[in-house]
């Protein structure tokens, strides 16, 4: 069974993601991703893109600034109302995000709910996680944006707290420049900040993170709920080509009372991860809050003309929202398998072949045979500008594989001394562990039908 352990661990000796700023005793659940959660990182990036904007002829994508006007944040309702609930413990002094200790204790959703907050923390007695003491201070907001200053600005800015704003704030420019027609969408990819309570849950929830988001416009008048239920399945099939299974994936629809006045609907896609189904993605209908919010504070007219319709309006939105660091985190909890093998156990990680962040890796079979390394090498070269490759000659064949499984390499090339003689190699596959004895000027063409055709 993959827990949390397993995978941090992994995650860190194989050079996924690592502690923040180790040296320095790490940074409050700060991450770093590694060589391999890089690559990870971008290919999965590079899928999204490919699926919802270089595949699509309706959605086209920006790439906005961090640091927004901070009249967008006052229009968007974020200044005063981004907040979420606090606590502190009177005895150790923690502090702890008040709904989320009620919704652990006694599985209640209290989310923005104060005086109920108080009431329930007090009569139920929940216990401090840390102490065990059930002395509480009163709940209070706590606004969760990044405030700092910025040159030739007066006033605060922030880091902005999803990517969505400066879609947004883009809309016209779009909407002027390009030759968009309703319904179509905006996407970005980017980091966002939110100075989360408690962070935890390895890369689940950080303080800095990066989303990859679309707000989808439409015709105020069209049927909407066919095409709600469209994005939902989309968004269910990129879990699932991360390598995620269908039985560790379901919906969240968010009650009526519980919606922002504008929203006419909001569902989340939910991940079992090992520490129960939590949010991975949102899918919500946001009517038309955002453009005429930053109409109004913008005194900029924010329409579209529907010139078929022969008609002005403010388009609604429906805003698929995707996290990267989540969805990164559900590609190393799928891909993780142990496999008995012998008296031993062996660890893969089986990422699809599209997102694995080493595709080959090549091996001379010893590494003080000059003509071995020499061969191997000239291999490496010349597949290094088709595939992600690594040349690796460390210890012996059989730590190779282990690392190599480890990182999800889809397959190990290795030259030894038949190689010499009979211009071939030996190609091992990550999966069925199976080897093969291929030309070595048909081993690209090989590669290629295995890696990019199947
Ligand atoms: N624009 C809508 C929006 O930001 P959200 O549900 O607050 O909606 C969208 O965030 C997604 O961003 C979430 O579904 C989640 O995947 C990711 N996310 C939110 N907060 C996060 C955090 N603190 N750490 C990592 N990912 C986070």
Same mark, same amino acid.
């Given at each position: 069974m993959v827990t949390m352990e397993k995978i941090v661990s992994l995650a860190k000796r194989r050079g996924f993601v690592y502690p923040a700023c180790e040296i320095y005793g790490g940074l409050a659940n700060a991450y770093s991703y590694g060589p391999y959660g890089t690559e990870l990182k971008n290919n999965i990036k590079k899928l999204w893109w490919k699926t919802f904007v270089d595949? *699509?002829?309706d959605i #086209?994508? #920006?790439?906005?600034?961090?640091? $927004?006007?901070? +009249? $967008?944040? %006052?229009?968007?309702g974020h200044t005063t109302g981004f907040n979420d609930a606090m606590v502190d413990c009177k005895k150790c002094n923690k502090r702890f995000r008040a709904d989320h200790l009620i919704a652990e204790a006694i599985n209640e959703d209290l989310e923005g709910d104060l005086k109920r907050i108080d009431k329930v923390l007090k009569e139920k007695k929940i216990k401090c996680p840390d102490c065990g003491a059930s002395e509480w201070t009163n709940s209070k907001n706590f606004n969760m944006m990044f405030k700092t200053e910025m040159n030739g600005f007066d006033g605060d800015v922030y880091l902005r707290p999803e990517t969505a704003g400066a879609i947004f704030v883009d809309f016209k420019n779009i909407v002027d420049s390009m030759r968009v027609k309703i319904p179509f969408g905006i996407a970005q990819i980017g980091k966002a900040f939110r100075n989360e309570i408690v962070a935890g849950n390895f890369i689940f929830r950080t303080r800095e993170f990066e989303q990859m988001e679309i707000e989808y416009f439409i015709d105020p008048e069209m049927k909407w709920e066919s095409l709600f239920e469209e994005w939902l399945k989309l968004q269910e099939e990129f879990t699932?080509? $991360?390598?995620? +299974? +269908?039985?560790? #994936? *379901? *919906?969240?629809e968010h009650p009526k009372e519980k919606l922002s006045h504008y929203s006419k609907k909001t569902t989340d896609i939910e991940y079992n991860f090992p520490f129960g189904f939590n949010e991975l993605?949102?899918?919500a209908h946001r009517g038309d809050f955002d453009l005429s919010q930053h109409s109004k504070f913008s005194n900029q007219k924010l329409e579209y003309f529907d010139v078929e319709k022969n008609k002005k309006y403010i388009p609604h939105v429906i805003e698929p929202t995707f996290g990267l660091d989540r969805s990164l985190l559900v590609s190393l909890l799928s891909a993780y398998t142990e496999e008995k093998i012998g008296e031993g156990t062996r660890v893969v990680m089986k990422f699809p072949k599209n997102l694995a962040p080493v595709q080959i890796a090549v091996f001379p079979l010893l590494r003080n045979k000059p003509e071995l390394v020499k061969k191997a090498k000239q291999i490496y070269d010349d597949l290094k500008n088709d595939f992600i490759c690594e040349f690796d000659d460390n210890g012996n064949i059989g730590k190779r594989y282990r690392r190599q499984d480890e990182i999800?390499?889809?397959?190990?090339?290795?030259? %030894?001394f038949d190689? $010499?003689?009979k211009d071939d190699l030996t190609i091992r596959n990550r999966d069925t562990m199976k080897q093969e004895r291929v030309k070595i000027k048909e081993s690209k063409s090989y590669l290629k039908g295995e890696i990019y055709d199947k």
């Open positions: 595949k *699509r002829e #086209i994508g #920006i790439d906005g600034p961090i640091i $927004l006007h901070t +009249k $967008l944040w %006052d229009a968007s699932i080509a $991360l390598g995620a +299974k +269908k039985k560790d #994936i *379901r *919906r969240h993605y949102g899918l999800g390499t889809l397959y190990c090339l290795t030259i %030894d190689s $010499l003689e």
